[in-house]
């Protein structure tokens, strides 16, 4: 019986992902004409170039019928590359600008310690400009979305109201302005800015020459640390309150996730 429901299982698995594929494919092809020809290229390319080595090196029969199947495999895994980093293009142009983006699309984030809550910290009742707050092992995040001149001077104070909370500590807070003027991380651009937002604290020796081995370590909460921190600030919140503007609910943001921006 086990064996049975194994099998259902996997006849079931089998044309699930080809439907997967050929819907992210549809999402993909609507914005993206030249898909076609890429998925092409990407899964014939290690195969036209096998062959070739194969007729200059006058691989032998055997050689022939192990090296097609890598080939094949090979092209394959490329196709599915190139499908996932086009869909995600197109999915990151279609999210860009819209409220709530920025912080749906860290909400998934797969390094552990990470926490982008969904409810804004901030917002402007008239353009629906927002700044979002994140920590992590690293420190505390500050997400602004909107014109970079208009929400400088309320991350300046959301900066001030966080030191009331972590004052006597070196918690780094590092702010980030989304968007696509200049000077602004891009929405397909924010993940990897925000893994690379690290800090260093300087190194105090018993030796004074051993300063300029180690001269800086970096900044790391410990679990503990982290989570007297996330308390900290969610009662900073719950204090402070927040306005909710007409026509937006800071509680239900945009849940975006990489299977909805591939069409799934």
Known sequence: MAKEKKAKKDKKKGPKVINQIRQIYKYTHAEDRALPWLLAGAFLLPVV???????LMHWSWLTWIFMVILLVMVGVLLFTMTLTNRADKVGYAKLEGQPGAAVSVLGNINKAGYNFPQTPVWIDPKTKEAIWRGTGYNGIYLLAEGSESRTKRPLERQKQSIKGVTAGSDIPVFTISVGTGEGQVRLKDLRKTVLKC????????????????????????????LETLNGRL??????RGLGIPKGMDPTRPQHISRRAMRGR
């Open 49 to 55: 170039v096998g062959v070739i080595v194969g007729l």
């Open 198 to 225: 690290k800090s260093y604290e300087p190194v105090e020796h018993k030796f004074a020459f051993m300063n300029k081995i180690h001269p800086r370590r970096r900044f790391v909460l410990t679990k503990d640390e």
């Open 234 to 239: 969610r009662t900073l919140q719950e204090k």
